[in-house]
């Protein structure tokens, strides 16, 4: 299984947003941390702020911030919106789906992946290591990491 480059962008938008509540952030400033495009990460960020995950505040000291609490943001919700049809196999082609026991499978297994990520929110992702997770998006932010040897 594995999930869209636009889920990951969108989840670690959030993160950083989560791990600095008390400022502003701008998109380039994000961009520049995870160094991901700045032109693919305002669609990220315009979709999230249509589904309120996100509030854009405008003008020259304007940025980004959470639209609502970490704590009431669950990571299964951003999932389901940024992974639409989320189907594991696509069995509606499949000559033998009628008769098929791997397509109830893969739902239950896929109901259980969200079930656990409905059990994450945003701030539990950012809480419990949030002092090392924001001393590392300040040290991407403002300058590379170091190249490993």
């Known amino acids: 299984m594995r999930l869209k480059s636009y889920t990951d962008y969108a989840l670690?938008?959030?993160m950083h947003l989560a791990a600095k509540p008390d400022?502003?952030?701008s998109i380039g400033e994000i961009a520049r941390t995870y160094r991901i495009s700045h032109n693919h990460l305002m669609k990220v960020v315009h979709?999230?702020?249509k589904q309120g995950f996100?509030?854009?505040v405008r003008g020259r000291s304007g940025g980004i911030r959470l639209g609502r609490p970490a704590a009431?943001?669950?990571v299964g919700q951003v999932v389901r919106h940024?992974?639409?049809g989320f189907d594991l196999v696509d069995c509606a082609s499949c000559v033998i789906a009628p008769a098929c026991a791997l397509t109830a499978a893969l739902?239950?297994?896929r109901s259980a992946f969200?079930?656990?990520l409905d059990g994450y929110s945003l701030a539990d992702l950012v809480e419990e290591r949030k002092s090392g997770l924001r001393q590392l998006l300040q040290t991407f932010g403002t300058s590379p990491p170091a190249a490993a040897a």
Do not use: N, Q
């Open 12 to 14: 670690r938008v959030l």
């Open 23 to 25: 400022r502003l952030a």
């Open 47 to 49: 979709d999230l702020r």
């Open 54 to 56: 996100v509030d854009a």
């Open 72 to 74: 009431e943001i669950s």
């Open 82 to 84: 940024t992974e639409a």
């Open 107 to 109: 739902h239950e297994a």
């Open 114 to 116: 969200m079930t656990v």
